[in-house]
């Protein structure tokens, strides 16, 4: 979104915008390094898109996906960041099998990994598990030099959990956090990162607690423009680590 968006593309230098297939992407430079601001637009398959996009067109030695999300874990509060040590697809599932008028059970449900292609991830139990894109050491470790540098909140490591729903069923939310260990979710990061790692790109994602359900953390706009600051001075921090 463009609240997500606009003060990165402020900081850039010499900015210059082009449309790419539908998407915006601006080129600049931070402290005379060249970075490109994607603005993905919402969800699994604009996110995925945009990052093709721009692997293909712009080569990038590395990918920092950021934004909003809504908290999963009870101990972060809005404002808070999480850095994603990795991310996963909470939207990828199969249900257990109840008859008409049963009604549904989200414990029943298993995790697919989509990225098997041989046989049916509904069918192969070996592909019941929920697959984990890690973050890339290098961008992870400029994330953890910056975190104490974050005033608003704590910058702290987790896992972020991306999916085209949003959940607002306390006791859905409470066992995506203790199964698989999920700090927030969003829309994008996880779809990201699954193309990023089909495309050898170091990748990290980055988001900030907008709002969250568990603790009755009530939605603040103000905490997209804080999360870009973090994106930058991790930005900063990472290209001093290169030069």
Known sequence: MPV???????????AREEQVQ????????????PVVVSKTLKGMTNAAAATAL???RFHPAGIVNQGTAGGHDPALHV????IGAASVNIG???TGTR???QGTNFDEWHPMD?????????????????RRFPADAALLAAATRAAPRYAPGVAVEGVI????????????IARLHDTYGTSVEEMETAAAAQVAAASGVPFLGIRVLSNNITNDGAYSAASAAACQRFVLDVVREYLRGKN
């Open 99 to 101: 008859p008409r008028g």
């Open 161 to 172: 959990g991306s999916s085209d729903v949003w959940n607002s069923e306390l006791d859905r």
């Open 114 to 130: 989509l990225i098997r292609t041989e046989g049916s991830a509904g069918q192969d139990p070996n592909a019941w598990v929920m």
């Open 92 to 94: 990828a599932f199969k």
């Open 79 to 82: 404002g808070d960041i999480v």
């Open 54 to 56: 721009a692997i293909a």
């Open 4 to 14: 997500e968006t606009d003060a990165l593309v402020a900081a850039l230098t010499g």
């Open 22 to 33: 539908g998407w915006s992407f601006w080129s600049g430079t931070i402290d005379g390094h």
